[in-house]
Structures are given as C-alpha cells and as structure tokens.
C-alpha cells in the first residue's frame, strides 16, 4: 500500500502534466495541536505530497530556520512517537497523500531500525529520507523498509557526480530528492538553470520521478523549479512563516497554510504559463 | 551495522589493523554524513592514505615537528609527585611543552599539509578549550591560509585569552549561539560550513572523532606522543610501563599515547573522562560511564542522550572535555575490554591541578588535570616498582581565569 501510494500520486500527475508541490513541515511545531491542523489542512491547500520533519536535537544539514523549528518541536514535547500518532491521525482523514518522514538517524537507532519501519507504516507512512545515513551507513536501513513497504528515499546533490550517482539511486524507490544547492537549508537560492541539467541527469540515473529542494522560498522560483524537475519541495520558508505568525500573535494554521496555497498554485500554472509564452 | 551488538565483542588479534576498509571500529565509527559531503570525505580518504604512504609527506611533516613544533617532548620522572602518593614511579610525558601548548599541534600540521597537498585554500576548524583553535590558527599563519574557527558562544566567555590569541593569528572566530552553544554546536557550525563550501574549504577536525577517515587519521598524527614515550622509556628504564594514562575529551591525546601501546597485552590503558558535578548528577560529559551507542558527527559511538535519541549537553569545568561523545576508537577499546575508562569531576580536577602546580612546578591544563585526579589511585594499583606513564596534554595557564573563579579570587 504504502510504496505504490507515492507512486500512484506521481502517476496521476503525469498525466495532468503538472509537477508535485512537496510543502515540508516540522512535526509539533510550534505545539502538537497546531501541527496536526497545519497537516490536517495542506492537502486541501494544494499538497500533493507531504514531508514531515521530525525533530532532532543536531541537523547538521539544517539552516536556521528548520533549527528553530526543531527547537520549538522539542521544547513543546515532540518525540518520534508523538511524530508517528501525528501521521495515524492524519491518515484518518486522508488515505491517498503520501506522507514522507525527514530527519536524523539517532533517533530511528535508539526506537530499532526494524520496529521503526513497522510501525512508521502501520502509521501510514510512505517514505523515509535519513540525512545523515548515506548509502554506505544505509543496509540494515534499507532492508528495515523492504520489509515493511516503506520508500528509502535518497539525496542526490551537486557533489554527485555519474559515478556517485549510481551508488545513490541503488535501492532506492519512490522518487529521488535532489539537493540543489550545496548547503544547509534554506540559506542559499536554487537556480532552474542550473538545476534543469541535473535533474535531467538524476532522473535518467534512477528512472525515478525527481524533486526539487533546499533553497526553494517563493511562488515564482517554486514555478520555475516545477518547469524542470517532477517536484518541488519548500521548508525553510514554510517553518518560517510558524515563526512569524507565533511572534506576532497570529492564526499559525491561517498563515502556514495560505503560503502552501500560493506555493501551490504557483506550482500548478507553471506549465500553463509555459504552454501559453 | 547500524545498532551495536549486545553479544560480546570479539578481541582483535592486531589492534593497529583497525578501523576496517569501512572505517568501523568493530561496530563503531562509519560515515553517517549528508550526501553533499560524501564525495569529499571519500577524496579526504584517499588522498590521506596516499600521503600516509607517501615518504616525501613524512619526512616533511617529521622535520616541521622537530623544528616547529619542538619534538620530540621530553618525558619526565615526576619525583615529588611519586613521592607524593608513595606507589608506582609516574612519568609525565610533557606535550604542553609542544608550541602552543598542548598536544593539538601535532595533528594540525599532519592535517595543514594534507591540505595543502589537495590544494584547498580555506580552513576551518571548530574548537573548545581554543586549544584546537589556536593551533589550527598558527599552522594557518605559519603558511598563510584563511582560518575560520567555530566556537561555541559559551567558550568564548570563559576562553577569552584564546580567542585573544586566535585574532592575533590572523584567525577568524565566529562564536556559535545554536544549541548549548558548546563544542558540539560548534562542531555542528563547522559541519555546515562544510556542506556550504565544498569546492574550497578543509575541514580541520581537531580530536579522534568525527567521520571516516578523521578519527584514524588524527590518531595517527597523535600516536607520535605514544611512539616517543615507548623509545623514552625503553631508554629511561629498560621496559615497558606498567599503565598508560590520558584524559579522554574527543580522545586524541589519549589514543595518541595508547595506540602503540595496544598490542602490549602487559600495558594496562586507562582512559579518564570528565564526571563534571558527579556522573549521578546528570550533569558531566562522561560518554562511556553514562551515556549509550548513538550517531552523531558522522559516527557510531557512545554519547550522551535521552530515552528518545536526542543529544545531551555536556557538563565539565573544562572547555576541552566538554562533548557528549567520544572517538569511536575508544569505545570499541572500551566494549573489548582493552582499556578502562575513569572518570574524575570538576573539584577533583581541581584539586589536581593545585597539587600538579605545587609539587611539580607545572600549571597542567584542567583537561589534563583529570588525568591527574586518578593517577594517585592507579600509581598505588600499580604499586612500588611499577611505572606508569601520563599524558600531560596542556599547560594550565589559558586556565587561570576558571581556576580563580573557583576559589572565589578575582585576577
Ligand atoms: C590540553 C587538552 N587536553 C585534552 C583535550 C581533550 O581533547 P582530546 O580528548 O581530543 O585529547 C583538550 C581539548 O581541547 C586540551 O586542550
């Protein structure tokens, strides 16, 4: 169920001929009820597919912002457990949107690679992306969610060369994520020029649908990216948007999730735009 | 292997054989980085096992120690301190006296020339006591790269006489406020300036942790602290030591004086970590006494962390010893059985350090100082007739602040 639920959703935009927006949110950012009405509402604020972070207390490959977010995940309570009853609750509600797990290793290790991945898909989860578990680290990973229907999704990056790109998109399934910037996120800002090349490259390396991410903040480079590449992801900017809203006093909900839609739809006119210049 | 076994460990029959092609120490240590950085630390790996191999780097990094860096260091019979506690003879093997004033050169010029034979052209470096800091700092003024040293904010408030010293070599030090804004953060700083500068930048890690290839590379740079003492002491004494004694932050000083000594079944190895307020406390930075397996900065190994696998904060007096983890050497060493890992807290350092100071006429840096706080203890498990061996890492002097602090004075 849970593999062919992402390959389903990339099927069905093939034929609309439109690229995914992928919005990435912090599990119990900023607390627990919020976060499971922020995801509650992205599908029908333009979500095709979803990337929940779950916090951790060092992301080596994270930004300020996704920092933040974790901080204020971990200081209102959010654990690996909270993170999966988030997804069962979602999954209540919403039975086709493939929801995806980002995060650190460590967490996974002390809860048991092989339970993790039973019971991350008995949650309803689809996809999993460890940052920091490289293809050399990611055997018993691997097989961990062979075993239990669930995507390893892997990084490609600028640093990849053919080679290397090999070596990444072996077992590996659902889509491959293309880092494109090299950096932590949200820091630096992607470039579909540059990007356009390499995702041609990933998506011949792997036969795989190919996102988009890191460095991805506003409607109109979201449409750009969603003119090359199968999928565009946006995280920074969207935790960004909880950090705000909480310093101002605002509907968290409201705001996260009327910039998911702008992201959305910006994404979902970009061929159009396209077709019609 | 991602979890560690809980069967027992086998004991190796050659210990200067590890880590594996896959850079594990039994289970420990590995490469758990983001992608980005793969390509780089799979290019640091072979172009250091090209220079290791290499006669030309050698003799050139063998001349810089002797002329820059001062080497060998002398080892030297401590009287009054064996006097003192009536046991075994302890030696001290006095890497303060290195330039810069600790044993952290030694792998800043290994890797400084490594880094110049990939043709990288900016530094960086992360750092806690500064020590690491400001000898990242002199190998990059003495051949004139740009240094960048991350240092937890918290660091920089009670190492300012380091920081001192790291602007007046031309290094830049950009204070890190993430996290307990400690070495760890600061490490993590360095981790994503890294990922951000892949095309330039050398990432000079400064102890024996880390991901493949860094924690065999440093420890190979350090292990001349443990090659000079087994000469000095063949020489000195006409046998082996009985115990070889180092604190244990990251733990190069320690594998340094260790490793080659492993293959000595006879040579007890004791390794000291910091038990901070006490290891009941729950605050110290002891990872082998109180903390458990877990990844963290690209490899498996002890750390401390929550019921959930989440990164502690350490708790030490010292700067230097202040990190939730440890090389993955050292817990391999540890799950073996080969070494034995103490722990001794902030006023027992302390302590050592007044006692060092006046008996010795030597300021030990409050790293080494708990290294001292045990060797009383294992000077009389050894006993009279025995000798044992100490790697006085530091000098005290960047620690007179902290030791005034403590005794209520105001310099
Ligand atoms: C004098 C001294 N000894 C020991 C250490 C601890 O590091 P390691 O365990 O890598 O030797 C430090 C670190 O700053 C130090 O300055």
Redesign the interface.
Do not use: C, F, W
């Given at each position: 169920m849970s593999k062919s639920r992402i390959e389903a959703r990339f099927a069905a935009l093939k034929a609309e001929g439109r690229a995914a927006f992928v919005p990435y949110v912090m599990a119990g950012d900023p607390d627990a009820a919020t976060a499971l009405a922020i995801l509650k509402g992205l599908p029908g604020a333009g979500a095709d597919l979803i990337e929940v972070g779950f916090p951790f207390s060092d992301p080596m490959a994270e930004g300020p912002p996704i920092q933040r977010a974790a901080q204020r995940a971990l200081s209102k309570g959010m654990t690996l457990q909270g993170t999966l009853d988030q997804v069962r609750a979602f999954r209540e509600g919403d039975q086709t949107t493939p929801v995806i797990l980002m995060g650190y290793t460590n967490p996974l290790i002390t809860w048991g690679l092989e339970a993790f991945a039973r019971d991350a898909s008995a949650a309803g989860v689809d996809g999993l992306i460890i940052v920091d578990t490289p293809p050399e680290e990611s055997g018993p990973l691997a097989d961990a969610c062979d075993a239990h229907d669930i995507s390893l999704i892997r990084l490609a990056t600028p640093t990849s060369d053919d080679a290397r790109l090999k070596v990444v998109v072996a077992r590996t399934s659902g889509f491959v994520y293309y880092v494109s910037v090299a950096g932590v996120t949200g820091v630096k800002e992607a470039d579909a020029e540059a990007v356009a090349p390499q995702v041609a490259r990933v998506r011949r390396a792997s036969g795989l649908p190919v996102a988009v991410g890191f460095g991805i903040k506003t409607p109109e480079r979201a449409a750009a990216i969603a003119r090359v590449a199968d999928a565009v992801v946006v995280g920074s900017a969207l935790v960004d948007e909880v950090a705000e809203a909480v310093a101002l006093n605002e509907d968290v909900t409201a705001r996260v999730l009327s910039k998911v839609a702008a992201l959305a739809k910006a994404v979902r006119l970009a061929r159009q735009d396209l077709a019609t210049v | 292997?991602?979890?560690p076994n809980t069967a027992q460990p086998a004991i190796p029959n050659d210990y200067a054989a590890y880590p594996d092609a896959?850079g594990r120490f039994g289970d420990y240590g590995?490469?758990?980085?983001?992608?980005?950085?793969?390509?780089?630390v799979h290019d640091l790996d072979a172009a250091y096992a090209a220079a290791k191999a290499d006669e030309g780097f050698q003799a050139e990094l063998a001349d810089y120690l002797i002329h820059y860096v001062g080497r060998p260091s002398p080892l030297y019979f401590a009287a009054r301190l064996t006097e003192h506690f009536g046991g075994a003879k302890i030696y001290l093997k006095r890497e303060e006296l290195n330039h810069t004033g600790s044993h952290k050169i030694n792998n800043c010029m290994g890797q400084i020339l490594l880094a110049m034979r990939m043709g990288k052209t900016r530094i960086i470096a992360e750092t806690g006591a500064g020590q690491h800091g400001v000898a990242t700092a002199t190998v990059c003024a003495r051949f004139g790269l740009p240094c960048i040293v991350y240092m937890g904010a918290v660091d920089v408030e009670r190492q300012k006489p380091n920081v001192f010293r790291m602007n007046l070599l031309g290094a830049e030090v950009r204070p890190v406020t993430?996290?307990s804004a400690t070495l760890?953060?600061a490490m993590?700083e360095a981790?994503?300036d890294w990922?951000?500068?892949?095309?330039d930048t050398y990432y000079l890690i400064g102890t024996a942790a880390g991901m493949h290839p860094y924690p065999a590379m440093v420890r190979d740079f350090q292990a001349i602290i443990g090659r000079e003492t087994r000469a000095q002491i063949l020489e000195m004494e006409g046998r082996l030591p009985d115990a070889v004694v180092a604190c244990v932050g990251g733990g190069s000083n320690a594998i340094g004086l260790f490793h080659p000594f492993l293959n000595d079944e006879g040579v007890k190895i004791i390794g000291v970590e910091a038990a901070g307020s006490g290891l009941d406390s729950g605050r110290h930075a002891a990872a082998i006494n109180g903390g458990r397996p877990?990844?963290?900065?690209?490899n498996l190994t002890y750390?401390l962390?929550d019921?959930?696998?989440?990164?502690e904060e350490a708790h030490s007096i010292s700067a230097g010893l202040d990190y939730p983890g440890i090389g993955p050497e050292h817990s391999w060493l540890h799950d073996v059985g080969r070494a034995t890992y103490l722990s001794a807290t902030d006023a027992e350092s302390l302590d050592a350090f007044m006692l060092l100071s006046k008996l010795e006429g030597i300021l030990p840096a409050i790293e080494t100082a708990h290294a001292l706080a045990r060797i009383g203890d294992i000077a009389k498990d050894v006993g009279k007739g025995g000798i044992v061996v100490l790697n006085l890492s530091g000098r005290g002097d960047k620690d007179v602040n902290t030791v005034a602090a403590h005794l209520g004075r105001t310099i």
């Open positions: - | 292997m991602n979890a896959r590995g490469q758990y980085v983001p992608e980005t950085l793969m390509p780089l993430s996290g760890k953060d993590n981790l994503r990922v951000t500068n892949v095309h877990g990844v963290l900065h690209g750390l962390q019921r959930e696998g989440q990164i």
